[in-house]
């Protein structure tokens, strides 16, 4: 009797020993039969109920959860996701409340909602510096495809190129499959064709040496894009055509959407423009009913080019303003300054591994330190026994005291090194002034303490300079930086020890107030501001006068009850004193 497909990747899973389970199972099962992995793995999460490994159960789920976002089935995906939150709960398990966040974020860039990528940067953090090599580069290759696909190229290259690294290190031929795609993707985006062309060519390689037939022909959609842009249309309708064919018989919906799409855009190159035009109206309904939006609006821009060779001028204008009105809804500057928070305290985790792992090298060489102060008075014990050897003896102390002195000399060196590099994640270089992670300390360990219910409230003040990209743009970086130290030194000069002053990014400052209550931070936000629009600016400096706006609230415990919420709190009033006309102070409505 034949077997289903389901039945056999079944057979399969229950094959495969817990003991070697991670997170890079099932990875060609996930395209070529996504249904069949997801109703595989739901019977067996039935049938094994409490006696499966945690480790197991997490890389089922994953399986599961990629198997969804690639069949479009959101059902299975909240399963996946649901299933995984509760498995981190349960057996305080990093991994598995990372790989939840992978698959949200992978799900809400490709459908464009939600803050896709500060999700996968939330997930990576969870993970950042893992012991088991295989998690590592795992989490690495997941935060270079969420770049990837959210086209922030740039971000995407150089963890694609340290995924590749990871996973030669570990001989994954799959993995460097994976990496060398995200990086075609990314290339791509930046318009390196060439360069982007050779990288699909390297991924669809490793995918055959990993026996991957099914990800050779997908890759193969991906480097059609680029045979279309460099002239040779019938050779990426070809390789479109294998695509999608192998999309619709796994009901891979997103990839089919996209295949359909550069099908349609190699047509119109090779002349079938109505042909083309009309795949394209299909696509894009499509992809209507499957509320895709992410790619909805490329697809909405590429039917509208269409319909203008065609001659449908309407239809064109309608696709345009479809897609300019999605575009707004994905790409807010909330969710970009959450963005730039995550990417810098990524970036402060790693600069944090790397201090750590200074600090353990100058214990290893403490231990030395020591072994070699021991040995040296071993060898001065027996001068004293044997004075036949005493001169030789005396040359061998002379020389060990000498590494021990260069030792001291190197641990030393290194303490100061580690305190500076301390030090500088603390302070922005520009100002002298602390930093968003130094306030970010601070307001955590103001948050922290025991609060006294008859204490007036904490309050937060953001403040951000008025036109400062028009200064930049006018006079110059460097005497824009004038400006920010300008106002840097007059709120420290303003701002009493009580308060903690710290510049948080770009134009933007905060001032913690602790136990101040809302009166006294509105009067000293109004002080602030007052005092910043009566500064004598130096007549040397270009700039007529300097004013700035501040966004007031206070951390009331409910609406405001993290430090997430109470900048946000904060950040809003701050946006309604920007979009009021600026030189002025708002308290949020969020909080008090």
Not at 98 to 108: I, Q, S, V, Y
Not at 503 to 509: L, N, Q, S, V
């Amino acid at each position: 009797m034949r077997r289903g497909p389901w039945l056999g990747l079944l057979l399969a899973l229950v094959a495969m020993p817990a003991v070697a389970a991670s997170m890079n199972g099932f990875r060609e099962q996930v395209v070529a039969d996504p249904h069949g992995l997801i109703a595989a793995v739901r019977q067996q999460l039935d049938q094994a109920g409490t006696t499966l490994q945690p480790a197991r159960e997490r890389e089922l789920l994953w399986g599961m959860g990629t198997a969804a976002i690639n069949s479009n089935d959101d059902a299975a995906l909240a399963e996946a996701t649901l299933r995984l939150d509760g498995l981190a709960a349960v057996a305080h398990d990093p991994v598995a409340a990372a790989a939840a966040g992978f698959l949200r974020a992978r799900h809400d860039i490709a459908n464009g909602v939600g803050d896709g990528l500060g999700e996968a940067l939330r997930a990576a953090d969870k993970v950042l510096g893992h012991a088991d090599p295989g998690i590592a580069a795992w989490a690495r290759f997941q935060l270079c495809d969420a770049y990837a696909l959210d086209e922030k190229a740039a971000k995407a290259l150089p963890l694609c190129h340290q995924s590749t690294e990871a996973y030669r290190a570990l001989g994954d031929d799959f993995g460097m499959g994976d990496a060398e795609n995200d990086e075609g993707i990314a290339l791509a985006t930046l318009g390196r064709v060439d360069d982007a062309a050779a990288a699909y060519e390297r991924a669809r390689q490793y995918y055959a040496k990993a026996n991957a037939e099914q990800l050779v022909v997908m890759v193969g959609d991906n480097l059609a894009k680029m045979y279309l842009k460099q002239g040779r249309a019938g050779e990426a309708l070809a390789l479109s055509q294998a695509s999608l064919k192998q999309e619709l018989a796994a009901g891979r919906i997103s990839d089919a959407l996209d295949s359909s799409t550069d099908i349609a855009m190699a047509e119109a190159a090779l002349g079938r423009h109505r042909q083309a035009y009309t795949r394209m109206r299909a696509a894009v309904a499509q992809a209507r009913r499957a509320g895709i939006n992410g790619q909805l609006v490329d697809m909405l821009r590429t039917e509208g080019l269409m319909a203008e060779q065609a001659g449908d001028l309407r239809q064109a204008l309608a696709d345009e303003r479809e897609a300019a009105k999605l575009s707004s809804n994905v790409d807010t500057p909330a969710l970009r300054a959450i963005e730039i928070e995550l990417e810098q305290r990524y970036a402060a985790r790693e600069k944090e591994l790397r201090i750590s792992e200074l600090e353990h090298a100058n214990e290893l060489k403490d231990l030395q330190l020591k072994a070699a102060q021991a040995d040296a008075a071993r060898r001065r014990a027996q001068q004293q026994r044997q004075r036949l050897i005493n001169v030789t003896i005396g040359l061998l102390a002379a020389a060990l005291l000498l590494i021990v002195g260069l030792l001291v000399l190197l641990l030393r060196a290194q303490r100061r090194h580690a305190a500076e590099l301390q030090a500088q994640t603390l302070r922005d270089p520009l100002t002298g002034m602390a930093n968003r992670r130094a306030f970010q300390q601070r307001a955590n360990e103001l948050l922290g303490r025991a609060r006294d219910a008859a204490a007036p409230l904490h309050v937060l003040l953001l403040i951000d300079i008025d036109h400062f990209k028009s200064i930049n743009d006018s006079i110059g970086h460097l005497q824009g930086d004038r400006v920010l130290r300008l106002l840097t030194d007059y709120l420290r000069a303003t701002v009493d020890d009580a308060s903690f002053v710290a510049r948080i990014g770009g134009e933007e400052f905060a001032v913690l107030c602790p136990r101040a209550g809302l009166t006294a931070g509105l009067r000293l936000a109004e002080t602030l501001r007052a005092g910043a629009a009566g500064l004598a600016l130096p007549q040397d400096l270009p700039v007529t006068r300097l004013t700035i706006s501040i966004g007031v609230a206070q951390f009331d415990g409910v609406r405001c009850h993290d430090l997430s919420s109470w900048m946000r709190a904060a950040d809003l009033a701050l946006y309604s004193a920007k979009s009021g006309g600026r030189d002025q102070v708002v308290a949020s409505k969020l909080a008090g």
